[in-house]
């Protein structure tokens, strides 16, 4: 994620963190669900770490492959999207973030230093 996005996902939920819309328009945010805690497939430079409940679990393993709604990112704004090649990956649909959001236990922004070792970021995203 950009560290726009990373302020404003730490600031969802009243300072609680979230995921927030895409502000590209419909297209599902996408969540790295495995246990891969380094994983970074598009090299990003901050992401957000969290953790949810069971219920969170269970709406994440209620998932539909992106090849059902023609490959579109936009397909399902009511569910959670899932990709074949990228297993672990999570589409969450626009329209249930804030139940997702409702689900996080923890959430923590963290960064990529110099040395490519992801370090937690404080209250204030630099």
Known sequence: MSKDEAIASASERGGKGGLVPNNRGDKAIWVNHDSRPGFNP???????????????????????????????????????????????????????????????????IEKKDAKGNWKKCGKRIT
């Open 42 to 108: 598009g090299n990003e430079k901050y992401r957000a770490v969290m953790t949810v409940n069971d219920s969170g679990v269970e709406l994440l393993n209620q998932h539909s492959d992106i090849s059902k709604v023609d490959y579109k990112e936009t397909g399902l704004k009511d569910g959670v999207l899932s990709k074949k090649n990228e297993p672990g990956a999570k589409g969450i649909g626009k329209n249930i973030l804030s139940r997702f959001n409702d689900k996080i236990t923890s959430f923590q």
